[in-house]
C-alpha cells in the first residue's frame, strides 16, 4: 500500500476554506484516495474519496494532482464543528482494510 | 436506524479477566471490522469480517479472537486481558457496494490494570 504523509496539525479561521494537503508518491494505478475525520472521542467518519478525477461532495471537495502523488481536501467554510483529526488513506480499488496513519488535526478558530 | 452500535461503551478489567466487546449493525452490510486506537495514534485492524461465516486477521490480531455471530453482529473476545490492551475499541462495517465508507460505532473504552 502507498504511504501517505501529512503534516501534524494545521489552523484555520472559521468561514475560512481549510486546505489540507497530502503527499503519496508512491501510489499506484489501481489505488483511491480516502479521506476520513475524527472528531474528539467518536469514531471516524467517511467523507471523500477518489481516483483521478476531482470530486466534490456535500462536505468537501478532493483534488488530486494530475501525476496523483498528491491530493487536497477542502472544505469550503470551515466551522468550529469542523475541529477534528483528519486522515488520508490510500488503498487499491475494493480492498476494504483501511490503514489509519495519525492524520492531521486541524484546528478551527473563532 | 441505530448504524453500528457497541456495548460496553467503558470498562474496567484487572490483568487476565476476560471480557467480549459487542458490536451490532442495523445497515445490512456485509462486512465488519475491529479496530484499536493507542492516544496519539491512528487506527490499527484488529480482525475484519468480509462476510457473514468468514472473519481474517488484521494488523495486531494477537490476544484477540472474533466471533460473526450472525450478519448483524461481531464480537470480539479477550481471552486473558493485559494492560497492552487498554485502548479504545472501535467496531466498523460496510456495504459491499460503498466498500470506501466504512461506518463506525461511538467506541469501548477499555481500562485493564
Known amino acids: 500500500d502507498a504511504k501517505t504523509t501529512q503534516p501534524t496539525s494545521m489552523d484555520c479561521a472559521e468561514g475560512r476554506a481549510a486546505n489540507l494537503p497530502c503527499n503519496h508518491s508512491?501510489?499506484?494505478?489501481?489505488?483511491?484516495v480516502y479521506w476520513y475525520r475524527q472528531i474528539h472521542s467518536q469514531g471516524p467518519q467517511y467523507i471523500i474519496h477518489?481516483?483521478?478525477n476531482n470530486e466534490t461532495n456535500e462536505m468537501a471537495s478532493l483534488i488530486i494532482t494530475e501525476d496523483r502523488k498528491s491530493s487536497t481536501l477542502i472544505l469550503p467554510h470551515a466551522t468550529l464543528r469542523d475541529t477534528a483529526v483528519y486522515y488520508c488513506?490510500?488503498?487499491?480499488?475494493?480492498?476494504?482494510?483501511?490503514?489509519f496513519g495519525k492524520g492531521t488535526l486541524l484546528t478551527v478558530n473563532p | 436506524n441505530a448504524g453500528v452500535t457497541q456495548t460496553p461503551k467503558f470498562q474496567v478489567l484487572k490483568t487476565g479477566q476476560s471480557m467480549t466487546l459487542q458490536c451490532a449493525q442495523d445497515?445490512?452490510?456485509?462486512?465488519m471490522y475491529w479496530y484499536r486506537q493507542d492516544p496519539g495514534m491512528g487506527l490499527r485492524l484488529i480482525y475484519y469480517?468480509?462476510?457473514?461465516?468468514?472473519?481474517d486477521k488484521g494488523e495486531v490480531p494477537n490476544g484477540y479472537n472474533v466471533s460473526r455471530l450472525n450478519k448483524r453482529e461481531f464480537s470480539l473476545r479477550l481471552e486473558s486481558a493485559a494492560p497492552s490492551q487498554t485502548s479504545v475499541y472501535f467496531c466498523?462495517?460496510?456495504?459491499?457496494?460503498?466498500?470506501?465508507?466504512?461506518?463506525f460505532g461511538p467506541g469501548t473504552r477499555l481500562t485493564v490494570t
Open positions: 445497515m445490512n452490510h456485509n462486512s
Open positions: 477518489g481516483l483521478k
Open positions: 488513506i490510500v488503498r487499491g480499488g475494493s480492498n476494504y482494510k483501511l490503514t
Open positions: 469480517s468480509a462476510s457473514e461465516g468468514t472473519t
Open positions: 508512491t501510489i499506484s494505478g489501481n489505488e483511491y
Open positions: 466498523a462495517s460496510t456495504d459491499p457496494d460503498r466498500f470506501y465508507e466504512q461506518y
